[in-house]
């Protein structure tokens, strides 16, 4: 099979930028990826563009401000996944010999506060049924039934992610929190307060992908995408991402993100063993421990104890969200999973500072919501 | 002006009954056995055309429960509110509105169950009424 390589990545910040477009963002984020990589405005045959609020033809926009040369430009949405979406349509494109170079970006411009989503009827809204911090709170109170996760853990995890994003320039929040502020910031929907909970926001992410005998001259070295696949939902699971009214009475139905980490390890050859660091969706604190026991990185159960370890801090054996995750980043839905995939692309080749996993190999970057979609990406160098 | 009286609206038709006792109205696929709610007309585990129209049971027990804080977007009601998890005796979980918004005053497993119960009051000055789960009175 045909080796898919990243060669460029560019990212603009994270966070509140009144009076700059979604279309800003996104130029400045192409931009820079197309010119890390080396890629001129007739580079690249294709271009993927994640985004869920942009609205009409967001990735015309951005690349009429770049040239246009007649190339297929095509958004996709898939909630909190709509980068890694797109990615994994670009890869495979890549891999069918459809395309020798492709531009994948997301850009995002946030409406402030709980977000709305199109997805719900409008009665769901009128019942207060549609609303999505009470679907976190659900999962994780069951999250604490399960696994023993207390308001503790919770709040540990935002103070191990505030700390990494305390060194990343390109996040929202760069303030560490104590674990004392987190419980002392109001309850949103029990057990998860306000500090819990990730904000919704701006910015954009791009990288660009090639097939790797079409390089020359590998500078920086290319970062090979191993892995890029999104999965949806299986029906059963009352609390899924997908937001049902009604699931069955079976704790088995394997959700979302195992399915897609257990496809991209498949198409990688690899397992949660060979990790050295990881990206994770933690749209709130439960959810990145969530996501330890759905990614395979602990047994069912282990959450906790996994945290408890060390293990997923900036100095473990295994680091999780050392950009600071979505909890400092905030999360702009269409660039977040692409945000993810240009941290670890920078921490395997060794630039990220103060926040570096030292020796990275193999990446995993992860984002799961509304659908559902799962999108979980496979890195290595 | 003649008086009239303030009418029941329900916020969605065909998602409950609003009798005395009221229910929840599902549905049961004969081909796989999954009950659904709310009704479908294919089943949606398995596909299968028509499954057959049933009422629920109107009690269950708790499995997961927590309260709103902040009016979420489109919604109109009091809040703090009460949203959880009710597991019906045929197999089938349900989320709903619960009618206690002190999550400290519910624990898991403890019995619930079906009300009908008003969410607002509308631009025409109906009463907006919803199905909602409360902890069930000894029986």
């Known amino acids: 099979m045909k080796r898919v390589v990243i060669t460029g990545v560019g990212l603009h910040p994270f966070g509140r930028f009144d009076g700059t477009s979604t279309t800003d963002m996104g130029v400045r984020a192409v931009r820079a990826a197309l010119k890390q990589a080396g890629v001129g405005r007739g580079g690249f045959q294709a271009a993927f563009c994640g985004t869920a609020y942009g ?53 995002e411009k946030m409406p402030k506060g709980v977000i709305r989503s199109s997805f719900f009827e409008p009665w769901q809204e009128e019942a207060g049924l549609a609303a999505t911090p009470a679907f976190f709170g659900l999962r994780a109170q069951r999250l604490a039934v399960n696994s023993g996760v207390t308001k503790q ?40 307060h306000l500090f819990m909970l990730c904000s919704p926001n701006e910015g954009a992410a791009a990288v660009v992908l090639t097939r790797d005998d079409r390089l020359e001259l590998p500078a920086p070295a290319p970062i090979t995408l191993a892995g890029a696949v999104l999965r949806s ?45 990881v990206e994770c969706q933690d749209t709130d604190a439960a959810r990145e421990l969530l996501s330890y026991e759905e990614l395979g990185l602990c047994q069912p159960g282990g ?35 692409l945000g993810q995939v240009v ?39 | 002006m003649a008086y009239i009286d303030r009418m029941r609206v329900m ?29 479908h007309d294919t089943c949606p585990y398995c596909a299968a055309e028509d499954p057959e129209p ?35 005796p045929e197999g089938i979980r349900v989320i709903a509105r619960l009618t206690e918004s002190d999550p400290a005053a519910l624990s898991l497993a403890c019995p619930m169950e079906l009300r009908i119960v008003p969410l607002h009051v509308d631009g025409d000055g109906n009463d907006v009424i919803t199905y909602a789960f409360a902890p069930a009175l000894p029986s």
């Open chain 1, 55 to 107: 609205g009409v033809a967001t990735g015309h926009k951005v690349l009429s401000r770049l040239g246009m040369t007649g190339m297929p430009i095509v958004d996709v949405e898939a909630g909190c996944a709509s980068g890694g979406a797109a990615l994994m349509l670009a890869a495979g494109a890549i891999r069918a010999g459809q395309y020798d170079t492709v531009l994948v970006f997301g850009t």
């Open chain 1, 153 to 192: 853990h919770l709040a540990q995890v935002v103070v191990k992610n505030r700390r990494h994003g305390a060194s990343n320039a390109d996040a929202m929040y760069q303030k560490e929190v104590s674990a004392e502020e987190v419980l002392a910031s109001r309850v949103v929907c029990e057990p998860l």
């Open chain 1, 233 to 277: 939902h299986l029906p059963g699971a009352v609390l899924s991402e997908s937001t049902p009214l009604s699931g069955l009475v079976d704790d088995t139905v394997p959700p979302p993100s195992t399915l897609a980490a257990t496809a991209a390890f498949e198409e990688a050859g690899l397992g949660p063993s060979d990790l050295d660091v």
């Open chain 1, 303 to 337: 959450s906790a104890a996994l945290l408890e370890s060390g293990a997923t801090g900036l100095g473990g054996s295994l680091p999780v969200n050392p950009s600071g995750g979505l909890l400092s980043k905030g999360e702009p839905l269409g660039a977040s999973a």
């Open chain 1, 343 to 381: 941290e670890l692309v920078r921490q395997l080749r060794g630039e990220c500072g103060a926040r570096q996993v030292a020796g990275a190999r193999v990446a995993l970057s992860h984002t799961v919501g509304r659908g559902a979609n799962a999108g979980v990406v496979v890195l290595t160098r």
């Open chain 2, 11 to 39: 916020v969605k038709e065909g998602l409950f009954t609003d009798g005395d006792p009221p229910s929840l109205l599902g549905s049961h696929c004969a081909a796989c056995g999954a009950r659904h709610f709310p009704r």
């Open chain 2, 54 to 88: 049933v009422e629920l049971s109107r009690r269950g027990t708790l499995w997961a429960w927590t309260a709103v804080t902040a009016a979420p977007p489109g919604y109109a009601g009091e809040t703090p509110y009460g949203v959880g998890v009710v597991e019906l």
